[in-house]
Structure formats: structure tokens, C-alpha cells
């Protein structure tokens, strides 16, 4: 058995994978450890049980902003990346501004532009509706390159292979098409996912009490700084985490070898 070396295209084993792990999170550690003692910090994390109640209120926000954007920024990315292949010049010529304008401009200035005037004129009050989004149209251009990209990396031979085995137009999509796009845009999204939970936190300037605007409140008042970031990485890490476990078994069950 090698702990402690592996081929390119083979998997370790159990035990390797769990010692190298060990010995990671060890190493991550020991930094951290050093650099405390270099500048005389004792970490103390008494206030989380203190500031519960917030604590809980604020990683619950973010989870649904995380949620509710994904889920709104994937339909608009669809019809975007459907409108930049219309043959509808004006569908392609506005979502071909959309995707542009969207990810050629900063979030911070788009929260802004949206909510304190299109917001204001709309009458769009709600502010957790509003950050939503916010969330959706920004991150939506970026999914809308995903899923377009996807597309046009398959091969147009797809088709005519489906037609050569006997399947119709419906089950040539849904049997070869459909599983190698969920295989090549997956990735993507998780990392899409991961953006929208961590650009939530600037939702904070319209007054969004999400869990990184509650870290900070919190820490304004207790003055526990590095505590207090140390565990807003953790809450992190408990959202993107179990995504990118589940992405890579769905990515292992959509794989096709060519």
C-alpha cells in the first residue's frame, strides 16, 4: 500500500487519503498556531454561545440569499445564454449587452445602481428580495457563459450518433446530451454557488444582516477580531463544503468516457 504517492488517474486509498489529509489540516495548523504566538493573541471563542441567537439568524440569511440567488440566477443565465444564440437579433443583442455590462462592472456599484434607484423606483422595499436580486443579475451573466460554453464544446456529431443507434431527436438530448452537459457545467456552478454565498456579504450596505454584516457587529462590540473572522470562515466552509462533496458524486455519475 503507498501512503504516500499516487498515479495521475488513480485514486488513493482509504488510509493514505485520511493520513495526508491529517497531516494538511496539521500543517494549516501549526501555522496558525505560530503566527497566535508570534503576536501574543489567545483565541477565545466563549461568544459564539453568547451571540447565538444572532449568530443562527445570520448564517440562516445568507443560506437563503445563497439559495434564493442561485435559483433565480440560473433561469436568467438560461434565457440569457438562449437569447445569445437566438437568431432573434434583438434577444441576442440584449442578452449579448446583459452578459457585457454585468460582468464588466463591479457588484459593489450594481448594488447601488439597483436598489437606490431601480429599487427605489419599482417600489422594491423588501430588502432581503431585493439582495436576492441583486445576487440573480450579477451572477447570472456568469452562468449564462457557463451553460453557453458547455454547448458549444460538444460536438455537433452528438446528434447524428443519437439518429445512428435509433434514438429520436428527445432521447438523443436526454441520453447523450443532457448527462455531458450536467457533467461539464457542474463544476462551474458549485463554484457559482460558493460566489453567491460569499458575495452576499456585500449586501450589507443596504443594511442586509447577513452572517459576515453579524461577525462584524458582533466584533464591534466585543472586540474579539480574529475570533470572530476565524469562525465566519468555518460558517463558510459548512455551506461550500458539503456542495463541492455532492458535486463531485454527481460529477462521477453523469462521467462518460469517450
Partial sequence: MRLWTVNS?????VVAAALNSLLVCLLIVAV????????QIR???SFIIDYRKRLIDG???TLGLGIGGFLISFFIGLISALGQNSRILFFKYLSNFYVTVIRGTPLIAQIYLFFYILGTAWGIEN???????????FEGAYISEILRGSVLS?????LEAGKAVGFTRGQTIRFVILPQLVARTLPALTGQFASIIKDSSLLSMISVIEITQTIREITAQNFRLFEGYLFLGFLYLCITLPISFVSKRLERKFYYEN
Fill in 127 to 137: 430588502r432581503f428580495l431585493a439582495g436576492i436580486l441583486i445576487l440573480s443579475v
Fill in 59 to 61: 448564517f440562516a440569511l
Fill in 32 to 39: 496558525f498556531g505560530v503566527s497566535l504566538l508570534a503576536i
Fill in 43 to 45: 483565541l477565545d471563542f
Fill in 154 to 158: 460538444l460536438d455537433k456529431e452528438q
Fill in 9 to 13: 488517474k488513480e485514486r488513493p486509498s
